[in-house]
């Protein structure tokens, strides 16, 4: 099993910044692609970035340029630096992993997810 934790959430004003780190444990052998998504009131989860165990990232438009994914493998982390911040990127953010262990099996874990608010 894979515990993915989410934290560095919280309240700040338009154009502020927060970082956001998601730790994976346990059985986390073959995590591939880890991602971040966000849900705010009322509307359906939405992707936000993902970023592949080789590094390679890629970003949902509306945040592309103000925000920034990375990882540290070694210590099974990863993060999404974020900057410029809107109101309208209040939401849970939700820490995603996959899993593929082998060809045609694939798990999905999700963390708990952490609040970002951002005040006008």
């Known amino acids: 099993q894979v515990r993915l934790v989410e934290s560095g959430g919280g309240l700040v004003q338009a154009g502020g910044s927060l970082r956001l780190s998601c730790a994976a444990s346990g059985s986390i052998f073959s995590i591939n692609t880890m991602e971040w998504y966000r849900q705010a009131p009322g509307k359906q989860r939405e992707w936000v970035a993902g970023i592949t165990s080789g590094g390679n990232a890629n970003y949902a438009d509306s945040v592309k340029g103000r925000f920034t994914i990375s990882r540290d493998n070694a210590k099974n982390t990863v993060f999404l630096q974020m900057i410029s911040l809107k109101p309208e990127d209040t939401a849970v953010y939700y820490c995603?992993?996959?899993?593929?262990?082998?060809?045609?099996?694939?798990?999905?874990?999700w963390g708990q997810g952490t609040q970002v608010t951002v005040s006008s």
């Open positions: 995603h992993a996959v899993q593929a262990p082998r060809v045609g099996i694939r798990y999905d874990h």
